[in-house]
């Protein structure tokens, strides 16, 4: 029985890390909370579906393809709602908004064009949803593969940011004006954190289709619960996500086995308070003085 809560609390758990990932990827740069992050996840997760289910596209190039028009998507995003913004005033607010319209918007669009039924998207071959009944553990070869890949993925994010663009964007999220001084344009690392943000968010929509389904309603589900394990595990920290959305995975199962289902919102808000108050930047959060 625990058994089968640690497994469900492992899956819903990686989908809400990946999302925090995919926040943190914006946030450094930009120190904007992109509050249309959900439903660009949703609109990933509908275009691969349509992709897959319809027109029967292999799950490569569709994943691929729903990467590429999000990554679009988010750039606009940037473009059009979070950088004018940010021109008038780099440590402004207005950014809660005009993020909020485009999510808005996004939800409207998807809704008109795909309907609101949601869309039943079978696991990628040679996996499967298909419980494998190992001994007392019941987990499919899905669940297995979408854990391993999510700690793959945050890995690679990681990594990335140990490159030259990645030390480019954490000068860029210590201080624009010092990394523009050094030639590093805050413009450009902007944008790219953008469009590398919207092509995770569709690869966590493609992941989270054959679990959850892929709807209209997915984007507000998971913009939730990804803020909360990143705000857990503190913004910015990839392995803090990580960890924060295993935490929030495995306390909605266990409430929905002791209590009820429909207690799980309210435990998960009862775990980020508890760690926000114990410590308000989150677990991997940390002080340090600086000389100015």
């Given at each position: 029985?625990?058994?089968?809560?640690?497994v469900?609390?492992?899956?819903?758990?990686?989908l809400?890390?990946?999302?925090?990932?995919?926040?943190?990827?914006l946030?450094?740069?930009?120190?904007?909370?992109n509050?249309?992050?959900?439903?660009?996840?949703?609109?990933?997760?509908?275009?691969?579906?349509?992709?897959?289910?319809?027109?029967?596209?292999?799950w490569?190039?569709?994943?691929?393809?729903a990467?590429?028009?999000?990554?679009?998507?988010?750039?606009l995003?940037?473009r059009?709602?979070?950088?004018?913004?940010l021109?008038r005033?780099?440590?402004?607010t207005?950014?809660?908004?005009?993020?909020?319209?485009?999510?808005?918007?996004?939800?409207?669009?998807?809704?008109?064009?795909?309907?609101?039924?949601p869309?039943?998207?079978p696991?990628?071959?040679?996996?499967?949803?298909?419980?494998?009944?190992?001994?007392a553990?019941?987990?499919?070869?899905?669940q297995v593969?979408?854990?391993?890949?999510?700690?793959a993925?945050v890995?690679?994010?990681?990594?990335?940011?140990?490159?030259?663009?990645?030390?480019?964007t954490l000068?860029?999220?210590e201080?624009?004006?010092?990394?523009?001084?050094?030639?590093?344009?805050?413009?450009?690392?902007?944008?790219?954190?953008?469009?590398?943000?919207?092509a995770?968010?569709?690869?966590?929509?493609?992941?989270?289709?054959?679990?959850?389904?892929?709807?209209?309603?997915?984007?507000?589900?998971?913009?939730?619960?990804?803020f909360?394990?990143?705000?857990?595990?503190?913004?910015?920290s990839?392995?803090?996500?990580?960890?924060?959305?295993?935490?929030?995975?495995?306390?909605?199962?266990?409430?929905?086995?002791?209590?009820s289902?429909?207690y799980?919102?309210?435990?998960?808000l009862?775990?980020?308070?508890?760690?926000?108050?114990?410590?308000?930047g989150?677990?991997?959060?940390?002080?340090?003085?600086?000389t100015?």
């Open positions: 029985m625990w058994i089968d809560v640690v469900s609390g492992l899956t819903a758990g990686s809400y890390c990946l999302v925090a990932v995919g926040f943190n990827i946030y450094r740069p930009t120190k904007v909370f509050f249309a992050q959900g439903d660009l996840v949703m609109v990933g997760a509908m275009a691969s579906a349509l992709l897959m289910t319809q027109w029967h596209w292999p490569v190039p569709a994943f691929a393809a990467a590429a028009a999000v990554a679009l998507l988010a750039l995003e940037e059009v709602a979070v950088a004018p913004v021109r005033s780099a440590s402004g207005g950014w809660i908004i005009t993020t909020l319209a485009v999510a808005m918007i996004m939800t409207n669009i998807v809704g008109k064009v795909w309907g609101a039924d869309i039943v998207v696991a990628p071959a040679p996996l499967s949803n298909d419980m494998l009944g190992l001994s553990v019941n987990i499919s070869s899905y593969a979408l854990i391993v890949l999510t700690i993925l890995a690679v994010v990681e990594l990335l940011y140990a490159s030259l663009w990645g030390k480019a000068a860029v999220a201080d624009r004006d010092a990394a523009l001084l050094r030639g590093i344009d805050p413009v450009a690392i902007s944008r790219w954190s953008f469009a590398l943000g919207g995770f968010a569709a690869l966590t929509g493609a992941l989270a289709a054959p679990v959850l389904s892929a709807s209209t309603g997915l984007g507000a589900m998971l913009l939730l619960k990804g909360a394990a990143a705000a857990i595990g503190g913004l910015g990839n392995r803090g996500a990580l960890l924060a959305g295993y935490l929030i995975g495995m306390a909605e199962a266990a409430s929905a086995l002791l209590l289902p429909g799980h919102n309210a435990v998960m009862v775990l980020v308070l508890a760690v926000l108050l114990a410590k308000p989150g677990l991997f959060s940390s002080l340090e003085a600086r100015v």
